[in-house]
């Protein structure tokens, strides 16, 4: 969804609040797709902060259906989104030759990508690891059980490989 901002652009003091129903069903990123749970209505408040400048704030919350990195159980993600951003129109950033594109790769001339906006925000927020608990034990390497579930019993010794070659001299002249 696209919001016109020329209005906040040119308005001295012009203040504009809009509550807006995000269209976005899943959010894909380099670990996966997760599909949005559940969202909240964004709501923005567009200000004009100067010449060709608008300040854009809101928030929203998105619940995403995701797995536990460890164990592979499904646990919810919830996100809420705070956002205070600043942007320029597309004369100013002509002028401006330090302004960044990439920094506002969510407009398109005068107005703003709600989707992109969002994604944007998303992947600043996404957490690094996510986990169903604290504590989470994972699943065993050797048959997969999920360990917080229950203990499996499996042998799960893994020789230190720094002594490898000793175990072969050890090895070598052991009687038969």
């Known amino acids: 969804m696209l919001v016109n901002l020329s209005d906040v652009f040119t308005s001295e003091g012009k203040v504009v609040n809009q509550e807006i ?4 069903e899943d959010f894909t990123n380099g670990m996966g797709t997760y599909h949005i749970v559940e969202k909240s209505p964004i709501a923005f ?3 004009n902060i100067g010449v060709d400048k608008a300040r854009v704030e809101g928030s929203c919350k998105l619940s995403f259906a995701a797995v536990c990195d460890r164990c592979l159980s499904e646990v919810p993600v919830v996100l809420e ?3 205070d951003r600043t942007v320029v129109s597309p004369e100013a950033v002509t002028e401006d030759e330090d302004t960044d594109a990439d920094a506002q790769s969510f407009m398109e001339g005068y107005q703003l990508n709600v989707e992109t ?3 944007d925000e998303i992947i600043v927020n996404w957490p690094v690891k996510i986990l169903c608990r604290e ?6 390497p050797v048959c997969g059980q ?3 579930e ?3 019993g499996c042998d799960t010794f893994v020789p230190d490989p720094r002594m490898a070659a000793i175990k072969d001299i050890f090895n070598a002249n052991k009687e038969v």
Do not use: I
């Not at 129903?21 to 976005?24: D, H, P, S, W």
């Open 21 to 24: 129903t995000l269209e976005m």
């Open 45 to 47: 408040t567009f200000s």
């Open 81 to 83: 989104l705070s956002f």
């Open 117 to 119: 906006f969002v994604y």
């Open 135 to 140: 504590d989470c034990k994972g699943v065993c």
């Open 146 to 148: 999920n360990l917080n």
């Open 150 to 152: 229950r203990e499996c």
